[in-house]
């Protein structure tokens, strides 16, 4: 797991001094190499997950405001999550934040949601404005009844 976090940083912090966005890559590789590190990277932090296909970003950004002291990602996929969650913590694993609000794609949601085990899961609206991507607009509140059903724990708020 050392590694994975060290490869993690690394990649990331190479990425920005080139100018890239690193979102996704350094999270990827920490994922190839520690395939757990997810649930670990969010242990002991308070997650607040916001998912839906309209209004994630306004909504994780008002929570984040009222939470003063959050990790906020705009990654939405497991590893861009996955990046930002080890960015938060240091090099001895204590994290730089206790809460961290999360926004993730609906169609991640099965696959993000119970390896994260947020407290509170906030559902934003369900659009059919993606329907080239999901097909039926039951697919993504499939995919996040799914993640819920692996976290019975969460909270599901719906907006």
């Keep these: 797991m050392f590694f994975a976090c060290v490869v993690c940083k690394t990649t990331h912090c ?3 001094l080139l100018g890239f966005g690193a979102t996704s890559l350094p999270g990827a590789l ?3 190499i520690c395939p757990d590190i997810l649930p670990r990277a969010a ?3 308070g997650i607040i997950a916001v998912t ?4 994630k970003t306004t909504s994780s950004r008002i929570i984040e405001k009222a939470l003063n002291n959050a990790n906020r990602s ?3 996929l497991m590893a861009g999550i996955t990046a930002e969650l080890i960015m938060n913590r240091n090099l001895l694993w204590r994290a730089r934040c206790e809460w961290a609000v999360v926004e993730c794609d609906e169609a991640a949601c099965r696959s993000v949601i119970g390896k994260l085990r947020p407290r509170v899961l906030l559902l934003t609206k369900l659009f059919r404005d993606q329907l080239d991507r999901y097909g039926t607009v039951t697919r993504p509140r499939d995919c996040i009844a799914a ?3 692996d976290t019975p724990e969460t909270v599901a708020v719906i907006n």
């Excluded at 839906?52 to 209004?55: I, L, S, V």
């Design 14 to 16: 190479l990425l920005r």
């Design 74 to 76: 705009g990654a939405n």
């Design 147 to 149: 993640g819920l059903r």
């Design 43 to 45: 242990k002991n932090i």
């Design 30 to 32: 920490a994922l190839r």
């Design 52 to 55: 839906g296909t309209n209004g």
